[in-house]
């Protein structure tokens, strides 16, 4: 306690300054003296505190901030390689979406109520669309849960209930439904659920359109009871309650043959004897990027769940030029991780020019996309694994010669597929 002294008036308790005419030291409790500039310092201090409780609260508000589009597009590039137009629909409408959650935290008296935008994305298979979503939860830090359409039916029959996704998304955050409820889905193989015939049939479509009937609630944005342990072998379970509202859904398919829906809105002929084969074989590989709406209401998906993913985009064909850099460039590509093993080993990996131009030609021959190349890069390397931690020798170099004779002692050749 500090009390006025007889040679230059008060001083302050906490820093022992006396009073100042710039600095003056007032009585806040009885006899306790402070300065303004102790008062101010503590007024920071509560106001820091309480902002660091309201972070706590609302982690998205707080802290991390959500980065622009172009920061996102930036993060995509260093684990995909090409697809400019898929990235950026998927950066804009990532941004939009949390840019949404933390307006409705900020503002909840605002009239204008801003709809989440899911996400479906067309391409053919290999062409990066589990891993665009993989990388925009890994930039995020959310909750993040990939699931298989194919395993979904409708409620009383065999297979996964709908509700199964937040399931998974729940188990993917430990349970924290508050996380979970600003957590991303990626919905694989959507197109399996399509609607298998327009025709009336005495019986169910229970893992088609019924799916798609069932999602709806999901992806418009509803209060949903889920089983925390799956519904099925645990009837007995309390339910726990998740709001979709701000989840995102994120929906990627083949959709194989939807290019002959899209020729046919673009009166495009597909077959005939105008063009060469090449020609027509560019020009299929080309008709992806028109696709609309419309074009997935043809494959056999219903307009209301077209309409709750708004956000259509299409990812291209990898070329040759997109699966060479695939091979080496990305932070996670599969020469870098087989390099990253061997040199656990104290070995150095060599990966020579011509040896890898074959992996992509082999791709290429095979038609399965970036996954064709891990696949001939794992084949060609489990002898070299196999022989190289108990090996004396600190260099090994993969040729073409050694990717050849690799490819024909597992029977590779056999697995060409004639177009």
Do not use: W
């Amino acid at each position: 306690m500090a009390k006025k002294q007889n040679s230059g008036g008060a001083r302050c308790v906490m820093c022992g300054r006396v009073e100042t005419p710039d600095n003056p030291v007032v009585s806040v409790y009885d006899e306790l003296m402070i300065c303004n500039e102790c008062i101010d310092f503590i007024d920071q201090q509560r106001e820091a505190d309480r902002q660091a409780r309201r972070n706590a609260a609302n982690p998205d508000k707080g802290g991390k901030s959500i980065p622009t589009p172009k920061k996102i597009h930036e993060f995509l590039d260093q684990y995909v390689i090409g697809q400019e137009e898929a990235k950026k629909y998927l950066s804009v409408a990532v941004y939009n979406h949390y840019k949404r959650i933390n307006q409705q935290k900020a503002d909840d008296q605002d009239d204008v109520d801003i709809e989440k935008s899911n996400i479906i994305m067309v391409g053919p298979t290999g062409t990066g669309k589990t891993l665009l979503a993989k990388s925009i939860a890994r930039l995020l830090d959310v909750p993040f849960t990939i699931v298989d359409a194919t395993v979904l039916t409708e409620a009383g029959y065999v297979g996964e209930d709908i509700e199964s996704l937040l399931t998974r998304l729940l188990q993917a955050c430990d349970y924290d439904v508050e996380r979970a409820e600003r957590g991303i889905v990626f919905i694989d193989e959507i197109d399996k659920i399509a609607r298998k015939s327009d025709n009336p049939s005495i019986t169910r479509d229970v893992s088609g359109e019924g799916v798609q009937q069932g999602l709806l609630k999901l992806l418009e944005g509803s209060t949903v009871l889920v089983p925390p342990n799956g519904g099925r072998k645990h009837p007995e379970q309390k339910l726990i309650a998740v709001d979709t509202k701000n989840i995102l859904f994120i929906c990627g398919g083949a959709f194989d043959g939807i290019e002959r829906k899209i020729a046919s809105r673009l009166n495009t002929h597909m077959v005939g004897y105008g063009h060469d084969e090449k020609s027509r074989k560019r020009q299929r590989e080309n008709l992806m990027r028109y696709v609309l709406p419309q074009d997935l209401k043809s494959f056999g998906l219903i307009p209301e769940i077209i309409g709750r993913l708004p956000v259509l985009t299409s990812l291209d064909p990898l070329d040759r030029a997109a699966l060479r850099r695939i091979l080496t460039e990305p932070k996670n590509a599969i020469i870098r991780q087989y390099k990253k093993m061997m040199e656990i080993d104290g070995k150095e990996l060599i990966f020579t020019e011509d040896a890898l131009d074959l992996i992509v030609d082999k791709a290429i021959e095979y038609k399965l996309g970036a996954r064709g190349l891990r696949s001939i890069v794992e084949t060609v390397m489990v002898d070299a694994m196999y022989e190289a931690p108990s090996s004396e020798e600190k260099t090994f170099t993969v040729d073409a010669d050694y990717v050849a004779r690799q490819l024909e002692k597992a029977h590779f050749e056999k697995m060409e597929m004639k177009e």
